[in-house]
């Protein structure tokens, strides 16, 4: 794996850096008790300024001050004229802006295009704080406010529309966000060595605009400069000779993309950049890549360098507060709530789900943090958080068990451009040994003080049962009444489009979590997560998987849709009808189909709530057309009744005859699925009544689930 310079071998003397503020100034009367005049950078967020290193801006803001500057913050402003943007002065170096811990558009609407009327990053769950594409609305009122200042985009929202993206909510391809919010550049994924960088070249008199060089950015260029090698892959007909990324000169080889123009004309075309984009993820051998648009390229630089644990160390145990800012007062900030008593102990996935934008933004090489740091955070939540009563909600990360898992071989790594390492089997040259999250597990729980640690983060359970000590250790001490894993589906179809193992490796798992239980003498519940309407699944696929549920005894509580966010390989998937996975071709490419029409999703929706009467007649008519009558009476066997209840609703205890309840437990957040029926809940979960859908405690934001 390339190498980088420590991520703070520039930090100032400590005789000369200024004291760490209680809190990053969001007010010229804070600025003026910190005796400041002006502010060296200013972060614009879409999320309440909580000074915590799972919220972007906090990491980003305490990085750049433990650099020597004065960063201030303006969280949340009235985008309605550049007067809130002032509010600070005028920065010194640049703007940073991002939209905050989600993509707006994903904070503001369902799957179905619904309005949102709440937001988790907001002060007392209000929504309407932050505008549609937040990153754009928020660079034009940045320049109105100060027309000379550079602006330099990140967070999520700017990570997956670094390039032309398919927009679900339009349903157009739009241009990149670099190109609509007409701002300097653009950080993509895990920002601190590129902030850092920008920082360091800006007070030297650079202007972000010309950093042209900073992995893990983009900017624009009127055309590709002298001393490079274009690969051009702007067309599938006749594709170039393969250039290897590892021949001589790759590392000044750059790979053009379709065009905005193209790929927005043509979907095999959309499907083939994508392809491309993420087989150019490796830190390790990724090059350049250039896409058109109009008469100017958008350039992007190879992914940035992971960081080392003792880096990742040094960004954790920063000067944060650890708390929302003092003007919140009172009010309740449900993000904040979720994450306040959990700790973050590694970035990254290699899991590679095609649904899911953790891999794309954090990347698949797995960044740990040393026993050390996490113990010390354990310690810091035990003195320093508010209403700590001995339990850490979650220790994880965007998953449970992947701490300090890596290749076992860096040349290898260095390589390879497989987009998932446990897909469709677990690689060889995977370490996939528990023993140091056990460990970990066990010197946590030995902390003074804590008397429970809850394990809430997804759990990859094709990996655990390579580990049973780690099963038993998890099952026997971190489970409370249920543990929550997602299978996402039953059938092969939908699976192997999701990038997720099969139902076998949750059979295997199951097994060891019921022996665990058993001998540990306690009564807990494995809680199947499954997603709705995916591309490549078919009315049959969505018909199976609530039979399997009925025989199981499930009853979803509330499902999860498919949306297709930004830049994912599923969602070129949706909107290529081709599958990005294997190579793309004019003639010969596998096709893949997807519930598209509000009805068809509808109804993908309801055979996951066989049990609610509101979905009856839709299920009913659906396994008519479908052939499958059979399916249709009061036979255990079959999946619904024919008769309906008067007046049915979907309500939490409508009944059906003999008292019967259809829905056992009030919906709550995410994708949950009650116990079987005529089984008690049990206990309150790790992680349960408080995590908002789509969230998890990351750090989403400049920095770059």
């Not at 996490?374 to 001995?390: A, M, P, S, V």
């Not at 003999?658 to 056992?664: A, E, M, N, R, Y």
């Not at 709550?668 to 859908?693: C, I, N, T």
Request: glycine share 8%.
């Amino acid at each position: 794996m390339l190498a980088a310079p420590n991520l703070f071998a520039h930090r100032p003397d400590r005789s000369v850096r200024p004291k760490a503020a209680p809190f990053l100034p969001m007010s010229r009367a804070e600025m003026d008790r910190l005796g400041w005049d002006q502010c060296d950078v200013i972060v614009v967020t879409g999320d309440a300024y909580i000074d915590h290193p799972s919220f972007g801006m906090a990491i980003i803001g305490r990085l750049l001050e433990s650099q020597g500057l004065r960063v201030g913050i303006i969280a949340q402003p009235d985008w309605s004229s550049a007067e809130p943007f002032k509010i600070l002065g005028k920065p010194r170096l640049f703007w940073g802006v991002t939209g905050g811990n989600m993509d707006s558009m994903v904070n503001h609407y369902t799957a179905d295009r619904r309005l949102r009327h709440n937001d988790s990053y907001t002060p007392n769950d209000e929504g309407g704080k932050r505008p549609d594409r937040a990153v754009i609305v928020y660079s034009q009122r940045c320049r109105e406010a100060f027309k000379d200042v550079p602006i330099v985009l990140g967070g999520i929202e700017a990570s997956l529309r670094r390039i032309a993206q398919y927009d679900h909510w339009s349903e157009k391809i739009r241009r990149s966000v670099l190109v609509d919010s007409k701002a300097d550049m653009l950080v993509y994924g895990n920002a601190e060595r590129a902030i850092i960088e920008i920082a360091q070249r800006a007070l030297k008199g650079e202007s972000p605009k010309a950093m042209t060089d900073i992995r893990g950015t983009a900017i624009m260029r009127s055309s590709v400069p002298d001393g490079w090698t274009v690969v051009d892959s702007s067309s599938i007909d006749d594709p170039s000779a393969p250039v290897s990324p590892r021949a001589a000169g790759a590392d000044r080889m750059v790979v053009r993309l379709p065009s905005f123009e193209q790929v927005t004309a043509d979907k095999v075309l959309y499907a083939h950049a994508s392809r491309v984009l993420h087989q150019e993820s490796n830190p390790g051998n990724a090059r350049a890549l250039v896409q058109r648009h109009g008469d100017r390229d958008v350039w992007l630089n190879p992914p940035p360098i992971p960081l080392e644990t003792n880096e990742m160390d040094g960004v954790y145990d920063l000067p944060y507060a650890r708390a929302p800012h003092p003007s919140y007062g009172d009010a309740r900030i449900p993000a904040w709530e979720m994450i306040r008593f959990s700790v973050n102990i590694m970035r990254g996935c290699f899991g590679g789900c095609s649904f899911c934008s953790i891999t794309e933004h954090e990347g698949r090489i797995i960044q740990s943090r040393s026993e050390g740091s996490i113990l010390r955070e354990i310690e810091q939540i035990r003195d320093k958080t508010k209403g700590f009563t001995g339990v850490i909600s979650d220790m994880g990360g965007p998953t449970a068990n992947m701490y300090r898992l890596a290749c076992k071989d860096k040349e290898t790594e260095s390589v390879c451009r497989r987009p998932s390492c446990v897909f469709p089997d677990i690689c060889k040259n995977l370490n996939t040994d528990h023993s140091s999250l056990v460990q970990l597990y066990r010197k946590a729980r030995a902390v003074p003080g804590v008397k429970k640690i809850h394990i809430a983060s997804g759990l990859r359970y094709d990996l655990a049962v390579r580990n049973p000590e780690y099963v038993k250790e998890l099952v026997t001490h971190h489970v409370g009444g249920y543990l929550k894993i997602a299978p996402e589906h039953t059938e092969p179809g939908p699976l192997a489009k999701m990038m997720k193992p099969g139902m076998g490796a949750y059979d295997e798992f199951k097994r060891m979590f019921d022996k665990a239980a058993k001998e540990a003498g306690k009564k807990l519940y494995l809680i199947p997560y499954f997603i709705a309407a995916h591309p490549g699944t078919t009315d049959e696929d969505m018909m199976n998987l609530a039979l399997w549920l009925k025989r199981n005894g499930f009853k979803a509580d509330q499902v999860q849709t498919f949306l297709p966010s930004p830049m994912s390989l599923a969602t070129a998937m949706y909107h290529s009808e081709r599958n990005p996975l294997r190579p793309v071709r004019r003639v010969g490419s596998e096709m893949v189909s997807s519930a598209k029409g509000l009805k068809q999703r509808r109804l993908h929706k309801a055979f996951l709530r066989y049990h609610d009467p509101e979905n009856w007649p839709i299920l009913r008519e659906a396994l008519k057309r479908m052939g499958r009558e059979d399916l249709i009476g009061p036979g255990e066997e079959q999946l619904i009744p024919a008769w309906q209840p008067v007046g049915a609703t979907a309500t939490p205890r409508e009944k059906g005859p003999k008292g019967k309840v259809f829905l056992t437990q009030q919906a709550g957040q995410g994708r949950r699925v009650v116990p079987p029926v005529g089984k008690a809940p049990g206990p309150k979960p790790a992680g349960a009544g408080g995590k908002p859908s789509g969230m998890k405690p990351r750090q989403t934001n400049l920095k770059g689930r």
